[in-house]
């Protein structure tokens, strides 16, 4: 049940739905899947009068690119994702990640895409803020942040959920962007401004067209967890994905990627943590002491009822066990499914 | 196509009123046409104007699994998919399952089992069991909670759905009742 009206539009291509979106500067959201825009439209974080409808948009199947690289279309269903075989042996993190988001339904409807666009939350967004009787927070156009009513001006401390950013992130992906003036290339990360007003780096008329992940070099290994409470249907604690490349000898490590997704407003990178297994040679007591560098250099903010100490400890058993899992994973391929 | 105005601040913006589309829905086999605002939602629409309140309206917003319904065979969330959307569409909703007055083999599993108390979430785990068990007609108990994950049960405690759903699959669960 949506409480106010708004028109609705279908879009026969990608250009259509963005010449919409530009001329409504700002007024129209795009809809693919819904299930992130609706419900917030159901709490009314966000009332815009017009919604673009991608439904009649078929997505591409993906493929392997002249270069190695795989391009998937945005508009991909995630339930299409986890179902690939051709993924499932291409990128397996991928496949992974998009297999963890939300439950079953949640999966037939949403889009890669709209993953990675999805809205910061916190949880005095998840109720309608009639409900709530106080006054609209900063991202509801007031002035206040009542989870961290002490965090200074302007700041809304909320945290980017997507499960598959932080894997993409990991695979080095980059993201085709389409505008007004034609598309542009960027990394995933740079999507995130790392504000949680405004999360994402793009503009009211830009929609993600694909999605494309380097092949894998030599010696490359991977790891991935979602922390949660329940198992299954429900938003991660904190999300970690891990992209290691080894030396010929299996031990000594060329190249690391740490990524933690779901405790900031958008995913980070642990920098320090990185630089400490670069060039090492790897053990169990040296992964133990990236993670616990990681958890350390990250700041997590406390989102739904987790504490920020709660996160830390999370993030530094959590990256180890992960970290660990890569290296056997390396070690023995076939073992770890 | 396209109606752009501008609003009291001189800003552009979308007419604020929406215009009332005809949607045709293929419901259990039977088509009905049907005027909705876009802001109406699947399930209303179910419920409401064409009348079968089997499918239940619970969070209305994607968290529990109540709306279930099944478009083209897959098991979407009713209530936060647009009616708008579903033009055209085959939707099969709790009502489609029995042939008249003789339950499915699903239903019938889960009235042997126990799996409902207060039956709010069935209808929902209804339609996720039926679309899992038509792309996969032997599910491991793995499988079965993968694909009913989506849908939230306050009573039974789960073990009792799935118990029902292998029993359904005629892998070995024994019927309680008969």
Not at chain 1, 123 to 149: L, N, T, W
Not at chain 1, 290 to 313: N, Q, V, W, Y
Not at chain 2, 110 to 133: I, K, R
């Amino acid at each position: 049940m949506i409480f106010f009206d708004f028109d609705y539009e279908r879009a026969d291509t990608l250009e259509d739905a963005v010449a919409m979106l530009a001329r409504l500067q700002g007024d129209a959201r795009a809809l693919a899947g819904g299930t992130d825009l609706l419900p917030s439209m159901r709490m009314e974080n966000i009332k815009p009068g017009l919604l673009v409808s991608l439904s009649a948009i078929e997505p591409s199947e993906p493929e392997l690119l002249a270069d190695g690289s795989i391009r998937i279309d945005a508009l991909s269903r995630l339930a299409s994702l986890e179902n690939s075989a051709f993924l499932r042996s291409k990128v397996p993190m991928l496949v992974q990640s998009a297999h963890v988001v939300g439950g079953n339904q949640i999966r037939q409807m949403g889009t890669l895409g709209g993953n990675l666009c999805q809205e910061t939350r916190c949880m005095q967004q998840d109720q309608k803020h009639d409900y709530q009787f106080v006054a609209p927070c900063f991202k509801r156009g007031g002035e206040c942040c009542y989870p961290f009513p002490r965090n200074g001006r302007d700041i809304c401390w909320s945290v980017y959920m997507s499960d598959i950013a932080p894997a993409l992130i990991a695979l080095d992906a980059q993201l085709e962007i389409l505008g007004e003036a034609g598309s542009r290339r960027i990394r995933v990360e740079e999507l995130y401004t790392g504000n949680g007003l405004k999360p994402l780096r793009l503009g009211h008329a830009e929609l993600l067209r694909a999605v494309f992940i380097p092949p894998a070099p030599r010696g490359y290994t991977w790891g991935y967890h979602k922390s949660t409470v329940r198992g299954g249907l429900e938003f991660g604690m904190a999300v970690i994905a891990v992209a290691l490349q080894l030396a010929q000898d299996g031990k000594t490590c060329t190249d690391a990627r740490i990524v933690i997704g779901a405790v900031r407003e958008g995913p980070v990178r642990a920098a320090a943590a990185e630089r400490s297994l670069k060039g090492a040679a790897l053990d169990e007591e040296r992964l133990a002491q990236a993670a616990a560098k990681a958890s350390k250099e990250i700041t997590p903010l406390p989102h739904h009822g987790f504490t920020k100490r709660h996160l830390m400890d999370n993030i530094r058993v959590y990256l180890r066990r992960t970290l660990v899992r890569a290296l056997e994973r390396a070690r023995n391929p076939g073992a770890l499914a | 196509m396209l109606d752009v105005t501008k609003n009291a601040k001189g800003r552009i913006a979308a007419r604020t009123q929406s215009r009332t589309r005809l949607v045709s829905l293929c419901v259990n086999g039977e088509w009905h046409e049907v005027a909705v605002k876009p802001r109406i939602t699947l399930v209303e629409v179910i419920r409401d104007t064409i009348g079968l309140t089997g499918t239940k309206a619970s969070c209305e917003s994607g968290t529990c699994g109540a709306c279930t319904v099944l478009i083209e065979e897959r098991p979407v969330l009713g209530c936060i998919t647009l009616a708008v959307e579903c033009d055209g569409k085959q939707i099969r909703t709790v009502e489609g399952l029995a042939d008249g007055e003789k339950l499915s083999p699903i239903q019938e599993a889960f009235l042997d089992q126990g799996a409902l108390q207060c039956g709010f979430c069935t209808p929902g785990m209804l339609m996720s069991a039926t679309a899992l068990l038509e792309g996969n007609p032997k599910p491991t108990r793995q499988d079965i909670n993968k694909a009913l994950e989506g849908n939230l049960c306050r009573c039974t405690g789960y073990n009792s759905i799935v118990d029902a759903v292998l029993q359904a699959s005629g892998q070995g669960v024994k019927p309680v009742m008969k």
